[in-house]
């Protein structure tokens, strides 16, 4: 059992370029979602996906697009990078995401410049 | 909207000692989760301790305890015994008992723990 893994760890953009961060999990779990951390504050939520095929905006999701077409992998897509989006992105994963307990990724560090 | 805070932004122990880290929130719901996650150096998340907001009892893993309180809306952790790879950032986290984006983990910004040999 992996548990949920991210790539790449490490990744510097240029400004306007487009990438995609990978998570993926393989404990069958419904609820996955993507998080970002800056200096100083906790995680804030970027999407969220209840199943395959349903995704949803969290606190902070311009900038980023999602998609779930499988209950394993959910991609994280950054349209054209901005320095604003420089950060630590976390992906996690539970059962259902209301009773269960979120399991996250190592983080993949991301710099913009 | 639901909030939470931690207000310590570092603390301190010397090893085998005690510490006893702070979270408030503020919520107009009465069914909810706490959480308080560990993270080392490494980057890694880790859940150190979880408490449902209807259980009175406070929620205990080995050397770390919760002491939930409910009408004051604080959320406390210590930690007995420290150990030297209790080193880490520690956040506290809420949820709301729904599903959807009420569901969703909502982070304090975090206290950063030291422990001296």
């Known amino acids: 059992n992996a548990g949920v893994t991210q790539t790449p760890k490490f990744q510097v953009l240029k400004t306007g370029q487009s990438m995609t961060l990978q998570c993926a999990q393989d404990?069958?779990?419904?609820?996955m979602s993507w998080y970002r951390q800056d200096p100083g504050m906790g995680l804030r939520l970027i999407h969220y996906?209840?199943?395959?095929?349903?995704?949803d905006q969290g606190e902070v999701p311009n900038g980023y697009n999602v998609s779930r077409s499988t209950t394993e992998d959910f991609p994280l897509r950054l349209l054209s990078a901005a320095p604003s989006q420089t950060s630590v992105y976390f992906c996690?994963?539970?059962?259902?995401?209301?009773?269960?307990?979120?399991?996250f990724g190592p983080g993949t560090r991301l710099t913009v410049l | 909207a639901q909030t939470v805070t931690q207000s310590q932004p570092e603390m301190s122990v010397q090893e085998a000692e005690t510490v006893t880290l702070s979270c408030t929130y503020d919520?107009?719901?009465?069914?909810?989760?706490l959480f308080w996650y560990k993270q080392p150096p490494s980057r890694q998340m880790i859940l150190v301790i979880r408490?449902?907001?209807?259980?009175?009892q406070n929620a205990t893993e080995n050397r770390f305890s919760v002491n939930f309180q409910k009408a004051a809306k604080s959320f406390s952790l210590k930690i007995s015994d420290s150990q030297l790879g209790d080193a880490a950032m520690y956040f506290c986290?809420?949820?709301?008992?729904?599903?959807?984006?009420?569901?969703?983990?909502?982070f304090g910004k975090g206290t950063k723990l030291s422990v001296k040999p």
């Open positions: 408490q449902e907001a209807y259980k009175q």
């Open positions: 986290a809420y949820r709301l008992n729904y599903g959807g984006s009420q569901g969703n983990l909502i």
């Open positions: 996690a994963s539970s059962y259902d995401g209301v009773w269960d307990t979120q399991y």
């Open positions: 919520t107009s719901e009465s069914d909810y989760y």
């Open positions: 404990m069958n779990h419904e609820y």
């Open positions: 996906s209840v199943g395959a095929g349903i995704t």
